[in-house]
């Protein structure tokens, strides 16, 4: 029975004890005292997240660093927002009002994307930096 949970949560860490149980013919209360046990004994060592990070040429992504004349930040994020290509937005301290993450399949689209940002009324500045590679907490 240990195998089949130990083999389970190497497939999907990420599995309730319920859906654990109840793939290995188990209720949730005795798989999660066979879990335990195998953490405690050092079968289980941890939970990771694999993560494979974009190397595809025809995926890019830009840091845009935003100054904006809007007293209204929280409408001007709404508005990136309902942009396909946003990814995700800081206020920050400095030069920019706002660093914002974009992505897209191709640099004709990231382009567009930066165009139409630019175009707004309240985008006072733009600066943006082209991600041409991406290191995680294991760099190469």
């Known amino acids: 029975m240990d195998h089949a949970i130990v083999r ?12 654990l149980g109840r793939r290995v013919g188990l209720s949730r209360t005795a798989t999660l005292s ?6 405690d004994e050092g079968i289980i060592t941890g939970y990771h997240a694999a993560v494979r990070y974009p ?4 995926h890019h992504v830009a840091r845009v660093g935003i100054l904006t004349d809007t007293r ?5 994020v709404r508005r990136l927002a309902g942009l396909a290509a946003f990814r995700e937005a800081e206020t920050v301290s400095g030069a920019f009002d706002l660093l914002v993450r974009f992505e897209a399949p191709t640099s004709a689209e ?3 994307v930066l165009d139409e940002v630019k175009s ?5 500045r733009t600066t943006t ?8 907490a294991d760099p190469p």
């Open 8 to 19: 389970e949560l190497a497939e999907d860490g990420r599995l309730s004890m319920a859906e």
């Open 34 to 39: 066979r879990v335990r046990r195998l953490e």
């Open 55 to 58: 190397s595809d040429p025809g």
């Open 72 to 76: 209204d930040t929280g409408r001007y």
């Open 110 to 112: 990231l382009d567009a």
């Open 120 to 124: 707004w009324p309240t985008t006072t």
């Open 129 to 136: 930096f082209v991600v041409l590679r991406r290191y995680g």
